[in-house]
């Protein structure tokens, strides 16, 4: 990807709370003039870390203010499958608790002033985030917009009759067994079905978490690979639609 972050960013770690689960957040936001929604981004399952730092800050020497979300507590950074995998699981078998853990997040970026106290945010997920970020929308939250990026469609439920309405957009692998073409097919069937205005961006000869710095030596890579042509699609497609629903 090229780099674009430069510019005069402030950034500073925040706590968050969601219920006794004390939350490491990073906060990123212009230093001048705020130019459209605010986003949340949820990183993939390894955290907050530096790699989904700098995406914020990318998108925030672009104007936008950002709170990359803590999904474990404690800014814990889990390192591969055999850490994570338990904690989605836990999430996903507590589908009111991950949404609660979304929502705290939320609410902690709407109380900063740096989001000038907007309701515009928009949320931006990676892999596990992806699917949380489709499974708040999904759920009835109210939000700006929704970018899912190679999102475990596994996780995400088919009925999206309480659906908002914001549109959505899923970049996604042909290849992704997270994100095969009959969860594709389940997933925009029931966007469509509740009226969701949505965007699916397919890329060919792609897997699971492309965009993951974590994916380029992977001992799986008809799994999980990364792939830099895909990579700087979606981030172009992300832009593109984040200034979308600003207009």
Known sequence: MTDDSAGDVTARDIEYWHDTTRLLGHLCAPAGERTGAAVLLLPDAHGVTRHAVGLAHRLAARGRTVLVADPWGDGRLPADQAEFGPLIG??????????????????????????????????????????????????????????????????????????????????????????????????????????????????????HAFTSPHAKDSPRPHVVAYHARSTERSWDATLRFLAEIDA
């Open 90 to 207: 836990a999430m996903a078998a507590d589908r009111p608790h991950w949404m609660r853990r979304v929502r705290a997040a939320h609410e902690a970026l709407l109380a900063r002033p740096e989001a000038d106290h907007t309701d515009r945010v928009a949320l931006l997920g990676y892999c596990f985030g992806g699917s949380s970020a489709l499974e708040y929308t999904r759920t009835g939250h109210r939000v700006a917009g929704v970018v899912g990026v190679h999102p475990g469609l596994d996780t995400v439920a088919d009925d999206w009759s309480a659906a908002g309405p914001a549109p959505v957009l899923a970049c996604v692998g042909d290849g992704d067994p997270l994100g095969s073409a009959a969860m594709r097919t389940a997933l925009t069937a029931g966007m469509a079905a509740a009226g969701v205005d949505w965007q699916l961006h397919v890329y060919g000869g792609t897997v």
